[in-house]
Each structure stands twice: as structure tokens, then as C-alpha cells.
């Protein structure tokens, strides 16, 4: 693990959130703490709606102590603009997707357009009004992640950038290992930082 440069991500339920929340914040408390040792950054995913208070709940008490460690949101969510907003003021580390999750309408937004509709608005608040005026959010605890393989969302995002006080070393785009490979090219050769994700299971326990 220490020769390896990357991160980890990390979904509750398999740290066992679907047993017990109190299961799964000590799990990822002894993650979180071995991975500060090899000094790996930590993403927890965020899964469907039912899960996404106690996601929040454990990240919160895991950013008082632990800086290195951020949680996704997903724009098919309603709520996700607020909960962006506190985590903001709280100086959180957040990566933006748009979700996978079959929800109720009343939860989520139902159509690509309105999912698309709310990344643009997450994105436009990183870029350019409350992360800058965020006393906690300067150029060394900045930090946030888009996960999209949508071009539009990854061309609206270098637009903000450009006309942003945002520096390069504060975001990334982030992209499936196999997918886009054309358009991570073109994104390095302008010289935007790039995680690529390879997704693997481990087996905790006998």
C-alpha cells in the first residue's frame, strides 16, 4: 500500500452500515486510522437514500480529527445542496457524482436533464461562491472531486475553473479506470489533475 499513490473509497455498507451504525463507525475509524499511517486520502461513497444521514453523521465526526478524508454527494438527490452547504461551512471535502440509485421522486430528481441540472448548481457553488468565502477553505484544506464522465458537466467544470479562484491543485476530475481514455488524455495535456478509479472487493473477516 505505501508504494501505491491513490486513495481509497470506501462504501459504509461494506464496513457494515447495514448491520449497525455503530458497526461501521468503528470499522471506519480503524481504516481511517490506517490509512493516515500510509498517508492515504479517504473517500466514503455515499449509496441510496437510506443510508445518506448516517454517511453525513459518521464523516462529520470523523473530520474533527482526521483532515486526510471526504465523502461523495450525488446531484440526483434534492437535498444535496443543502448538505453541500454545511459541509462547506465545516470545512468538508466533498466529490460529486450524479447517483445510480432507483429512488422515489419525491427524494430524487427523475429525469437526466434535472440530475445534470442540480451537478451544474453543485458545481457552480464549489466553484465560485462559498468555498471562496469559506474562511476554513484556503489553498491548503481545499478540496473537492467531480466524477463524471459526461462531457458537458466536464466542460462546464474547466469553464469555472478558468474564471475561478480556485487553484489547479485543489480539484479533480475523477474517472473509471477503462472508460474515456481519449478525454483523460486531453485533460492531462492541459495539465488538470486526474484520479483514476480501479474498483476491487476485499473480503473483511474469515
Known sequence: MSQIEGCISVKPSQLGLSVSYELCLKNLRALTKRAIEFGRFIWIDMESSKYTDDTLM??????GRHRDIGVVLQSALRRSASDLLHLIEVGGKVRLVKGAYHENEQIAFASHDEV????????????????INNKQADNNTLKFAVAT???NLIEHTIGLWKTSKIGIKNFEFEFLKGI???????????????????????????
Open 149 to 151: 464522465h459526461d462531457s
Open 58 to 63: 459518521m464523516y462529520l465526526e470523523l473530520i
Open 180 to 206: 474515456r481514455d481519449e478525454l483523460k488524455r486531453d485533460l492531462e495535456l492541459q495539465s488538470i489533475y486526474l484520479m483514476v478509479m480501479n474498483g476491487f472487493r476485499i473480503q473483511l473477516g474469515g
Open 116 to 131: 445534470n441540472a442540480n451537478y451544474i448548481k453543485l458545481l457552480d457553488i464549489l466553484f465560485n461562491r462559498n468555498y
